[in-house]
């Protein structure tokens, strides 16, 4: 995934640069590395947000299937 395609994809999904470096967990300046090709844009971070755009997931869809999960495994 190119940078150019991580901002389009965090635009269709309505997560802000920031809000996307949070939701992934990683240092707010980190997007805007992945954006510019400073960093390539991790595999995995590729294939979530891949599934999320085919799954019309929402970042708040998401972090209630991991807080879920993580309830129902303790």
């Known amino acids: 995934m190119t940078g150019e395609q991580y901002k389009k994809a965090i635009d269709h999904l309505g997560m802000s640069q ?7 967990g990683v240092h707010d300046d980190t997007p805007r590395k992945w954006i510019s090709g400073r960093y390539p ?8 947000l891949l599934v999320m755009i085919h799954y019309s997931l929402t970042p708040e869809n998401v972090m209630a299937i991991v ?6 495994s303790h």
């Open 41 to 48: 844009v991790p595999s995995t971070v590729e294939m979530l």
């Open 18 to 24: 920031a809000g996307s470096g949070r939701f992934f």
């Open 67 to 72: 807080h879920q999960d993580r309830v129902a």
